[in-house]
T-cell receptor
C-alpha cells in the first residue's frame, strides 16, 4: 500500500529561524513529489520534484528529492510569521490519472 | 489564473439529509478531484473524474457519490449525511498534461449535526 509520511507533525519556531520539513514515501511506480502550502484556505502549489538531487528554489523556500532513499525535504530559511501554515507533501505515480497521495501535513507556527 | 470555486464555505446539515457540494473550474481542465481533510489525516481522495461523465473511486468513497455532467462542474453528493462526514471538503482540478499540479478550491467546511 502506498504511503506518505511527514515529520514532524507540528513545530513552533521564532522568526528568523530555519525550518526543515521531511517527507518520506513508499509508492509503486513513483512519478513526482509535490509540496503545497495551506493557510486558512486552499492549498497553494510550491514545488514539483521529479529528479533526484536537483534543488528547486523559490525565495526563502527550497526543496530536494532523494529517489534512492525515498524522501524529500522542504527548507524555509529566515522564517517570517507569514510562513505559518500547514505544509503538505504529496506523491503521484505513473499509472494514477494524476491522483495525489497526501501525507498528514506539518503544521508550522512562526512566532514573532 | 486558474480559478476553482466551491458553492459554500460553511454548511450545516442534519443527519440523514442529502447534501450537494458543487465545484466549478474555469480552466477547461479534464481532471477533477474531491478530497476531505481531517486533522492528523491529511487530504484523502473521495472520488475523481478524468473526463465528463467519467468517475473513479478514490480511497474513501463510501457514503459519497459524484456527478460530472459538464466539464467545468464536479458535484459531490452525500446521499444520507452522517456525523462522521463532518469535515473540510476540498475540490481540485488538473490539466491532463504532464504537470501533476492540482489547483484547489477554498474548501467547504461541512458540519453534520
Amino acid at each position: 500500500e502506498d504511503k506518505v509520511v511527514q515529520s514532524p507533525l507540528s513545530l513552533v519556531v521564532h522568526e528568523g529561524d530555519t525550518v526543515t520539513l521531511n517527507c518520506s514515501y513508499e509508492v509503486t511506480n513513483f512519478r513526482s513529489l509535490l509540496w503545497y502550502k495551506q493557510e486558512k484556505k486552499a492549498p497553494t502549489f510550491l514545488f514539483m520534484l521529479t529528479s533526484s538531487g536537483i534543488e528547486k528554489k523559490s525565495g526563502r523556500l527550497s526543496s530536494i528529492l532523494d529517489k534512492k532513499e525515498l524522501f524529500s525535504i522542504l527548507n524555509i530559511t529566515a522564517t517570517q510569521t507569514g510562513d505559518s501554515a500547514i505544509y503538505l507533501c504529496a506523491v503521484t505515480s505513473t499509472d494514477s490519472w494524476g491522483k495525489l497521495q497526501f501525507g498528514a501535513g506539518t503544521q508550522v507556527v512562526v512566532t514573532p | 489564473d486558474v480559478k476553482v470555486t466551491q458553492s459554500s464555505r460553511y454548511l450545516v446539515k442534519r443527519t440523514g439529509e442529502k447534501v450537494f457540494l458543487e465545484c466549478v473550474q474555469d480552466m477547461d481542465h479534464e481532471n477533477m478531484f474531491w478530497y476531505r481533510q481531517d486533522p492528523g489525516l491529511g487530504l484523502r481522495l473521495i472520488y475523481f473524474s478524468y473526463d465528463v461523465k467519467m468517475k473513479e473511486k478514490g480511497d474513501i468513497p463510501e457514503g459519497y457519490s459524484v456527478s460530472r455532467e459538464k466539464k467545468e462542474r464536479f458535484s459531490l453528493i452525500l446521499e444520507s449525511a452522517s456525523t462522521n462526514q463532518t469535515s473540510m471538503y476540498l475540490c481540485a482540478s488538473r490539466d491532463s498534461g504532464s504537470s501533476y499540479e492540482q489547483y484547489f478550491g477554498p474548501g467547504t467546511r461541512l458540519t453534520v449535526t
